[in-house]
């Protein structure tokens, strides 16, 4: 059974940054594509990064530029970077094992002064 923690989350100011941190148990991390996403109040889900087990990135437009997913499969981490944070960039934020479609509890992210 995949499970997937997130942490790191908390309240920022504008133009601050936060790093979040997913850990990952119960598959094969280091070959499976890994992802993060974010959910506002009254938006959907949406994507802001994701990661393959070969390293290949993608970003959503909304993030690209200050947003930086890598990972760290000795720890079977995966992690999240944003600078520069918007007070459009609060939302609670997902970790996704995207092969096994399986997803964390989520952690919230605030931007406000």
């Known amino acids: 059974q995949v499970q997937l923690v997130e942490s790191g989350g908390g309240l920022v100011q504008p133009g601050g940054s936060l790093r979040l941190s997913c850990l990952a148990s119960g598959s094969i991390f280091d070959i499976n594509a890994m992802a993060w996403y974010r959910q506002a109040p009254g938006e959907q889900r949406e994507l802001v990064a994701s990661i393959t087990g070969d390293g290949r990135l993608n970003y959503a437009d909304s993030v690209q530029d200050r947003c930086t997913i890598s990972r760290d499969n000795g720890k079977n981490t995966v992690y999240r970077q944003m600078n520069s944070l918007k007070p459009e960039d609060a939302a609670v934020y997902y970790c996704?094992?995207?092969?096994?479609?399986?997803w964390g509890q989520g952690t919230q992210v605030t931007v406000s002064s």
């Open positions: 996704v094992d995207m092969w096994y479609d399986a």
